[in-house]
Nanobody, 114 residues
Framework: QVQLVESGGGLVPAGGSLRLSCVASIIHFDLYGTRWYRQAPGRERVLVASIDLNGTVAYADSVLGRFVISRDNAKNSLYLQMSSLKAEDQGVYFC????????WGQGTQVTVSS
């Protein structure tokens, strides 16, 4: 069984910061690519950032320069450092781990007040 558990979401003022974490109960986590997605109410789930098994990162244009994705294979963990938060960053953030198959966490809510 594979389990992904996200944490770190919450309420933050515009311009503030949050750090999201995802801990994966999975064998050979180091062989999987990892991604963060966001889903706002009534909208489709969109890719926010990714970091593959080689450490190559990619970001959505909307978060470039503000978010940093990272991973710690020794801890089976994925992180998203979010800075200069805006209202449009709001939504449920999901951790995704993929190889020949993919797995999802339950999500963590991020709310930006203004």
């Amino acid at each position: 069984q594979v389990q992904l558990v996200e944490s770190g979401g919450g309420l933050v003022p515009a311009g503030g910061s949050l750090r999201l974490s995802c801990v994966a109960s999975i064998i050979h986590f180091d062989l999987y690519g990892t991604r963060w997605y966001r889903q706002a109410p009534g909208r489709e789930r969109v890719l926010v950032a990714s970091i593959d098994l080689n450490g190559t990162v990619a970001y959505a244009d909307s978060v470039l320069g503000r978010f940093v994705i990272s991973r710690d294979n020794a801890k089976n963990s994925l992180y998203l450092q979010m800075s200069s938060l805006k209202a449009e960053d709001q939504g449920v953030y999901f951790c995704n781990v993929y190889r020949h198959t993919e797995f999802w966490g339950q999500g963590t809510q991020v709310t930006v007040s203004s």
